[in-house]
Nanobody, 123 residues
Framework: VQLQASGGGLVQAGGSLRLSCAAS????????VGWFRQPPGKEREFVAA????????YYADSVKGRATISADNAKSTVYLQMNNLKPEDTAVYYC?????????????????WGQGTQVTVSS
C-alpha cells in the first residue's frame, strides 16, 4: 500500500491548509497513519497520527492546538487540517502507514511513503 499526500501550497502566516493522504490499496481501521514533515536542511519529524477508524490521535507539541487529524475509513483517506500556520511550519509534508494500532513517532516503523506535498508559509 502506498500513501500519497496532497493539498500543500503557499500560504501567509495565520492562514490554513487541509492536507489529504490517500491510500492506493486496502487498509484496515486498525492501521495507523502518521503525518511527518521535513523542513529544509532538517530531519524528518513527527506531526500527528491516527488510525483509519479515527481513534487514538496524537500530535507533536509544535502543532498541538493548531492541527486536527481526521480519517475517512470508507475512503481510506486521512486529513490534516492546519490552522494559524507559522513560517516554521514550512516543510515537505509526508504521510505513511503503520500496520499496527500502537502509536509510534519513529519514521522507520512506517511504510508506504509517497511523494510529499510542499507547505510554504510566508511571514
Amino acid at each position: 500500500v502506498q500513501l500519497q499526500a496532497s493539498g500543500g501550497g503557499l500560504v501567509q502566516a495565520g492562514g490554513s491548509l487541509r492536507l489529504s493522504c490517500a491510500a492506493s490499496g486496502p487498509t484496515s481501521g486498525t492501521y495507523r497513519v502518521g503525518w511527518f514533515r521535513q523542513p529544509p536542511g532538517k530531519e524528518r519529524e513527527f506531526v500527528a497520527a491516527t488510525t483509519y477508524s479515527g481513534s487514538s490521535t496524537y500530535y507533536a507539541d509544535s502543532v498541538k492546538g493548531r492541527a486536527t487529524i481526521s480519517a475517512d475509513n470508507a475512503k481510506s483517506t486521512v486529513y490534516l487540517q492546519m490552522n494559524n500556520l507559522k513560517p516554521e511550519d514550512t516543510a515537505v509534508y509526508y504521510c505513511a502507514l503503520h500496520k499496527n494500532p500502537f502509536h509510534t513517532i519513529v519514521p522507520d516503523l512506517y511504510t508506504g511513503w509517497g511523494q510529499g506535498t510542499q507547505v510554504t508559509v510566508s511571514s
